[in-house]
């Protein structure tokens, strides 16, 4: 029997520290007297630094990582079709060992900034699926530091590119664990919704979750979340599914976005905003004034809704810079939906962590009794000051054993006043 005893642990909305008791990769007990296993353990001072699940990351683009200085993948534009046209150009040269080495590095940088969960979107619109192979790979290698959820994800579309449709589905049979899709993307509206239809098609078939990458534009008359409502209520598949993105969501006429939400809600749908990526991308048709380019944050939120904060890509065709810091995107996600009251801040690490933990349907998580022992510890001491600094992680843990540690950041400078 192997026990650890973390002691001054901050749990959020706890008003004094606690001790926290961990049996064989279990949470124990958590608070009260932990004595009996105190003289049967190790112990660990956690000196009042706050304690929290860990990191969730419901979408990211592990095969595209660090492809954003290949030569024919510069995009100069900065507009989200230009990155997939280059994308399309010059991905045919990535291998699979060149794929899974790049991954590698990026889940190691998401893994020192306390993620321990991640749903990767890999695109399947390429007849070989080299970089699904990569993952599938990955994915089996890394158990023991993450949970990896892979998205069969046809960058190009379903029925834009040929053959789409087949090679999604056969992503599906070798392993991947998520329907995608990008009706925006298909030729024409009708080809769009006719690729939501195939995407719960497949989902159904193959008992998968849903995650379409859904109005990434500023066009007001994009509204394909309509339709993946739709079809989630009447499918069944409420809280199974997201929608990845939904930037037209900000353009849309209040009248039609106050309509949508109770059919959001019945649909117990799922949204996954990527702040920095999508204020990068969006605007770029506009002048001024520009606009921000992410979904109504703050009214998803207030109609009960689950929305989560992700980092979609670090350094690819599409965002040039990106570390895997969820707190980073939690930063630009509060000032970007202007929810910066002090109730909002001190409730808001939701976004980055059970929220996406929600959206990837994990059952197991979060700190209680009988769960498994999986958490990070940030270097502050409090909610609020985590997110006002941008807190590090300084310790993660996953069943029970430490995966990263590092030293509390130290000023040397002595200041003279």
């Not at 339709?227 to 849309?252: D, E, K, L, P, V």
Request: hydrophobic residues 35%; negative net charge; charged residues 25%.
């Amino acid at each position: 029997m192997t026990v650890t005893v973390y002691k001054n642990a901050q749990l959020q909305g706890c008003d004094k520290t606690t001790d926290i008791a961990v049996v064989d990769g279990k949470f124990a007990k958590i608070g009260g007297d932990l004595s009996d296993y105190e003289k049967n353990g190790n112990t660990v001072d956690l000196k009042g630094n706050l304690v929290i699940p860990p990191f969730a990351d419901a979408h990211i683009h592990l095969d595209y990582i660090y492809t954003a200085s290949l030569p024919t993948h510069e995009t100069t534009s900065g507009t989200l079709f230009e990155a997939i046209d280059n994308w399309s150009d010059s991905k045919a040269s990535l291998t699979a060992d060149i794929i899974k080495e790049r991954a590698l590095k990026g889940v190691k940088m998401q893994i020192s900034h306390g993620v321990q969960y991640v749903r990767s979107h890999v695109d399947v619109t390429d007849p070989k699926l080299t970089a699904l192979k990569a993952l599938l790979e990955l994915k089996e290698e890394l158990k023991d530091y993450i949970d990896l959820q892979i998205v069969a994800f046809p960058q190009e579309g379903y029925f834009a590119y040929k053959g789409g449709a087949e090679l999604v589905e056969e992503a599906l049979k070798m392993g991947a664990d998520v329907v995608g899709g990008i009706p925006h993307f298909e030729f024409t509206r009708e080809d769009g919704v006719r690729s939501v239809e195939k995407g719960f098609e497949l989902a159904m078939k193959y008992d998968k979750l849903l995650d379409f990458h859904c109005d990434e534009t500023d066009d007001d008359q994009s509204r394909f979340v309509e339709s993946i409502a739709a079809y989630t209520y009447f499918n069944s598949m409420q809280g199974r599914t997201a929608a990845s993105h939904t930037c037209a969501m900000g353009s849309y006429n209040n009248a039609y976005a106050f309509k949508m939400m109770s059919k959001f809600k019945k649909a117990q749908l799922n949204f996954i905003v990527c702040p920095t990526e999508n204020c990068y991308l969006q605007g770029r048709y506009d002048s001024y004034p520009k606009r921000r380019g992410i979904s109504r944050v703050d009214e998803l939120t207030q109609n009960g809704l689950n929305v989560s904060f992700a980092q979609d890509s670090i350094s690819d065709p599409w965002y040039p810079l990106g570390n895997g810091n969820l707190m980073h995107q939690l930063d630009f996600g509060l000032h970007l939906s202007h929810m910066m009251s002090v109730d909002e801040i001190k409730n808001s690490l939701k976004f980055v962590t059970e929220n996406g933990a929600k959206t990837m349907c994990i059952k197991d998580y979060g700190i209680k009794e009988g769960n498994s022992a999986n958490f990070v510890v940030l270097d502050e001491k409090n909610v609020f000051d985590a997110v006002r600094n941008t807190a590090s992680t300084i310790l993660s843990v996953r069943n029970g054993k430490v995966i990263m540690e590092k030293q509390p950041e130290k000023i040397l400078t002595t200041y003279n006043f």
